[in-house]
Nanobody
Framework: QVQLVESGGGLVQAGGSLRLSCAASGRTFSGYVMGWFRQAPGKERKFVASINWNGRRTLYADSVKGRYTISRDNVKDTVYLQMNSLKSEDTAVYYC???????????WGQGTQVTVSS
């Protein structure tokens, strides 16, 4: 079993930055793919970014490319999402997730709210 706890969300003005963190515990973290997803009010959850076990392969949704950066620290069992140039449409609950690479996301955090005011 893996537990994921997100932090770092909050209220920020458009154009500002936030860094989300997701701390993992309960199982070996280093071999797993990590991802960030978000869900805006009334909308379905969508993929934001992912990073493979050694950090050498990252993927981003088109909507965040060039503004967001995903990274991980396998010593601290933590994945990060640096969000810059935030827009009002980035407002959502952000979730981190993990799973075996290629096997889908099996574990999810509880989410952290990000609100961008225009």
């Amino acid at each position: 079993q893996v537990q994921l706890v997100e932090s770092g969300g909050g209220l920020v003005q458009a154009g500002g930055s936030l860094r989300l963190s997701c701390a993992a515990s309960g199982r070996t973290f280093s071999g797993y793919v990590m991802g960030w997803f978000r869900q805006a009010p009334g909308k379905e959850r969508k993929f934001v970014a992912s990073i493979n076990w050694n950090g050498r392969r990252t993927l981003y949704a088109d909507s965040v490319k060039g503004r967001y950066t995903i990274s991980r620290d396998n010593v601290k069992d933590t994945v990060y999402l640096q969000m810059n140039s935030l827009k009002s449409e980035d407002t959502a609950v952000y979730y981190c997730a993990t799973g075996v690479d290629g096997g889908g996301y099996s574990y999810w955090g509880q989410g952290t709210q990000v609100t961008v005011s225009s």
